[in-house]
T-cell receptor
């Protein structure tokens, strides 16, 4: 069964304290792995797509990496405005219209 | 480019009623997917429509249905509402990457 597990569930950081979020997945034929950010009461906001092991994408303080079994979202020198829930999702080759989401990691960055 | 829009943003219904939610995709996107988000279950896939045809369906009861129009706008309907249907309903449109709307918050009393 295709599934996604994210850890930790919650993470508290001081401003400037770098860390990583983990996304472990099992899927029968990975088409893509997606990272989204979701603020309270809003829809998920697209961050990155990764397609193959070894691929990396960067945007401001965020960097996403992908292996055959997991993905990491590295947050460098976070700011309070990075506080949000970060969601990881996979898309299978056999079912491209469906994203399978993890439960998310809620990040709080304190000034 | 305008993003995905959903209406209404908030709804309060009572058990047994039915509800229709609407989603307007990004211009040019032909695929629309629907998800239910709850604190306990997270984001779960409901169904996907492409060119007016349901292409994929998740594990939800038949009370949940949808349709897509020729202009790619989509609606989902939930009949005989139950308390457990209270959730944030999200739609996403895509060419390849799914872009989400702000959601409709449904409260069933």
């Amino acid at each position: 069964e295709d599934q996604v597990t994210q850890s930790p569930e919650a993470l508290r950081l001081q401003e400037g304290e770098s860390s990583s979020l983990n996304c472990s997945y099992t899927v029968s034929g990975l088409r893509g792995l997606f990272w989204y950010r979701q603020d309270p009461g809003k829809g998920p906001e697209f961050l990155f797509t990764l397609y193959s092991a070894g691929e990396e994408k960067e945007k401001e303080r965020l960097k996403a990496t992908l292996t055959k079994k997991e993905s990491f979202l590295h947050i460098t020198a976070p700011k309070p405005e990075d506080s949000a829930t970060y969601l990881c999702a996979v898309q299978a080759v056999s079912n491209t219209g469906k994203l399978i989401f993890g439960q998310g990691t809620t990040l709080q960055v304190k000034p | 480019k305008a993003g995905v829009t959903q209406t209404p943003r908030y709804l309060i219904k009572t058990r047994g009623q039915q509800v229709t939610l609407s989603c307007s995709p990004i211009s040019g996107h032909r695929s629309v997917s629907w998800y239910q988000q709850t604190p306990g279950q997270g984001l779960q896939f409901l169904f996907e429509y492409f060119s007016e045809t349901q292409r994929n369906k998740g594990n939800f009861p038949g009370r949940f249905s949808g349709r897509q129009f020729s202009n790619s706008r989509s609606e989902m309907n939930v009949s005989t509402l139950e308390l457990g249907d209270s959730a944030l309903y999200l739609c996403a449109s895509s060419l390849e990457t799914q872009y989400f709307g702000p959601g409709t918050r449904l409260l069933v009393l």
